[in-house]
């Protein structure tokens, strides 16, 4: 296969797209209740810093979610949206992402000609995949853009994946993403599996993004090593904001590209503005040791969130535990 | 050249060593001035930890710094070390510092065999390799380990450096550090440049170390770049307290490596007892964006140390204030 020209460290690629998951992965250290003015202001910074989409949050179904449990952003309604973007005159595209089994996609996706959405991101664990697709393939028909992102694969052995990128491979779905859910992988592990994925994207046409977390305090280094590797789509939140350890920093990542329309400096007036607050409602995000932990044993890092909400600091009694549950 | 090998993510090779610098590098944020209980429980928990080197701080002279301005790391006396260590009956080595310029180095490093100090380490910069050289001899024929770490290379051009390096090369030194001070560099430049010093090495028999700075959150993924392509001294610190953004979290490396003789526990119990009153006493270290943005522009943390001593919270404004410095 013809190598890919992946640029220089003083070049950029045009089909680099960033995507900003602050509301929907940093969502879930808030159960979505963000203020209207921070979810204004962050799309407003997205569009002068040049972000390419803004993932609004879930289009989780009411069936499943009782909707005073959260904020709006589980839910992502369309006139939620239209409510923050108007008819999005911009060139930021918006995101909502749906799960496997809690997306009610038949009636709560509907046509894009009537919504302001632009992309659907499908996120599954790999058993999942078939019916992942069947949602992808209806987004699509739909008019979206759409996503695969398979989940865990930190857990997933190389057979089943490599089965898993055929079937996603002989679908409509334009984008597979890399997830690295319980930031356990270091960068030659990345290296490797982007290069898997980015052999099936080419066979078929498709293209790479990649979804990581910062348990090992790798999100922002296995970022730019997916995209070293050809990645195209990477998603980033602002100050890492996400669930546990949270997410590469929008803010790492945008110092880092090289494509002029990139702009650092509105993202850094929201973090000025905003950020700190909201960790002062009492959110928490970030490295910590029970992050770290989870990451090297490749764990679900809810042990961890409950180890910090409980505001416990005994590591090492944590880690017997981890070895204990494992 | 015959490719060295470098193992796999589940082996592990007998040559790599891991350095504690928390005193020396911690000893930047606090003047030197940690508790006798925290340097003897740090001791402790090294030995336990099976890390190999533990750097107590600089050997620097008193002609030139004021004693009452500094704890007794930025001094490393020898009864001061003995204090902690007596005659240090364990397989734990000592290391001080020596910086060109500021160490009196004929009368302040006495003979190896009246010392508890195993290794002496040099930092310089590029013009001042031949004193540092002549710092290193002088040491290595009073019977220590040796180490030039030649700072801020990322300011330095190449032809500079594989002169630089072809010195030290013909020199008696046994490790030459590659020191990411400004952390600017990213992982594919620390491949880069850990090929060029480990060709120099292999060429003079000599060893490779890496010093990294958490600036872009990059400290450990370079590390483990580093490592990866060949150097064996790997320096860290516990909850990676280092000036300004900090070093290579000791606990992520621990974590990492997979010779048995590593002990992740006895570090979180350090970490557990000691780090957050350290943070109680007003020591602030890691990463932050002033940090971000002085390692994006290459240049010196001072500006940004300042900016967070200050509680500002004017980034972009500390951004236009940085590009025009440069």
Redesign the interface.
């Known amino acids: 296969m013809q190598q890919k020209d992946n640029g220089t460290?003083i070049s950029y690629r045009p089909d680099i797209k960033v995507v900003d998951c602050t509301l929907r992965d940093g969502g879930l250290v808030n159960n979505f209740r963000f203020s209207d003015e921070f979810v204004k202001d962050l799309y407003k910074a997205n569009i002068k810093a040049g972000v390419d989409y803004m993932e609004f949050g879930y289009k989780a179904s009411r069936e499943f979610f009782n909707e005073d449990d959260f904020g709006p952003w589980k839910f992502c309604d369309e006139e939620a949206i239209r409510k923050v973007v108007g008819e999005n005159n911009s060139d930021l595209k918006i995101s909502v992402m749906s799960d496997v089994g809690r997306t009610d996609y038949k009636n709560d996706i509907i046509d894009r000609k009537d919504s302001v959405i632009d992309l659907v991101r499908t996120a599954c664990y790999i058993h999942q995949i078939p019916t992942a697709i069947e949602m992808a393939e209806d987004a699509k028909k739909k008019g979206y853009e759409t996503t695969i992102n398979i989940m865990a694969v930190s857990k997933v052995n190389d057979e089943d994946l490599d089965n898993g990128l055929e079937l996603i491979g002989n679908s409509s779905v334009d984008v597979i993403y890399l997830v690295d859910s319980f930031g356990s992988f270091?960068?030659?592990?990345i290296k490797r599996l982007t290069d898997k994925y980015m052999n099936m994207a080419a066979k078929y046409n498709k293209t790479v993004g990649i979804h990581a977390h910062?348990n090992?305090?790798?999100?922002?280094?296995?970022t730019?090593?997916a995209l070293?590797n050809g990645a195209s789509l990477l998603d980033a939140t602002v100050s890492g904001m996400g669930r546990g350890a949270g997410n590469c920093?929008m803010?790492?990542l945008l110092?880092?590209l090289k494509n002029p329309k990139y702009n650092?400096?509105p993202i850094?007036?929201l973090?000025?503005k905003h950020i700190?607050n909201i960790k002062n409602e009492g959110n928490v995000w970030g490295y910590d040791?029970p992050y770290?932990?989870t990451g090297?044993l490749n764990s679900h890092p809810r042990t961890a969130i409950s180890f910090i909400g409980e505001k416990r600091?005994?590591?090492?009694k944590f880690?017997q535990e981890l070895l204990d549950i494992e």
């Open positions: 460290l270091y960068s030659e592990q910062n090992q305090q790798l999100a922002f280094a296995n730019i090593e070293t920093y803010e790492s110092g880092f650092l400096v850094m007036d973090v000025e700190q040791i770290l932990l090297i600091g005994d590591y090492s880690y």
